[in-house]
């Protein structure tokens, strides 16, 4: 399967935890965007990389969340402190450019109890 | 700013057609229409570009109205499978290539 793979599938964590989670993006795909969805919602962006440079950040993405594309590859997303409003589908996209379709990866549902 | 998407939810017998809109109050560069199972990532299912043309595959199509930012995506003879949530995203001209969604349609298409 030569797709977008996101590890883990599901997570569920205690309050007050940190949580990574890890987006293996299709080899030639540049560009890497990170989204969140609530049930009910449409995906709202979080932040998305060029290669290795992270070049934007949502005003959602608190200074709890980090992300890192360390080599231009794989991306890592971190909640440290998890707090309850963080359960949601942690989505990862992939695409070769503006005006490119991206490709989803499966998702990461996080609960946090 | 989030694009509008209506009706929010629409309920066809199979064979019916559907028509799905979505609306942004700034300039577009693409819109990217999208379709969702739940559980299951978004699958993709066309963009168009600014330029106010038209797409299609199969009984899907979709057109872009690059004068009033406004993307209709129609479903004819409607099938099982195309049940589920469906979500434009919108490109705007200074977005960076991210997308913003709307809310989604929720198609439910019953024998």
């Known amino acids: 399967d030569t797709g977008v793979s996101q590890d883990p599938r599901h997570k569920i964590t205690k309050r007050g935890q940190n949580v990574t989670f890890r987006c293996d993006p299709i080899s030639e795909h540049n560009r890497l965007y990170w989204y969140r969805q609530t049930l009910g919602q449409g995906p709202e962006f979080l932040t998305y990389f060029q290669n290795e440079a992270q070049l934007e950040k949502s005003r959602l993405l608190s200074d709890r969340f980090s992300a890192e594309r360390p080599k231009g590859s794989f991306s890592t997303l971190e909640i440290q402190r998890t707090e309850q409003g963080d359960s949601a589908m942690y989505l990862c996209?992939?695409?070769?450019?503006?005006?490119?379709?991206?490709?989803f990866g499966q998702g990461t549902r996080l609960t946090v109890v | 700013q989030q694009p509008v998407q209506s009706p929010q939810a629409v309920i066809l017998r199979e064979g019916e057609d559907a028509v799905i809109n979505c609306s942004s109050s700034?300039?577009?560069?693409?819109v990217h229409w999208y379709r969702q199972k739940h559980g299951e990532a978004p699958v993709f299912l066309m963009i168009?570009?600014?330029?106010?043309e038209q797409k299609g595959h199969d009984k899907i199509s979709a057109s872009f109205n690059e004068k009033k930012q406004q993307s209709s995506l129609y479903l004819t003879a409607s099938q099982l499978s195309y049940s589920g949530t469906y979500f434009c995203?919108?490109?705007?001209?200074?977005?960076?290539?991210?997308?913003?969604f709307g809310e989604g349609t929720q198609l439910t298409v019953n024998p």
């Open positions: 995203g919108t490109e705007g001209e200074t977005s960076g290539s991210r997308l913003t």
């Open positions: 168009l570009l600014k330029g106010g």
């Open positions: 996209a992939t695409g070769q450019g503006s005006r490119q379709r991206a490709f």
């Open positions: 700034k300039a577009l560069y693409s």
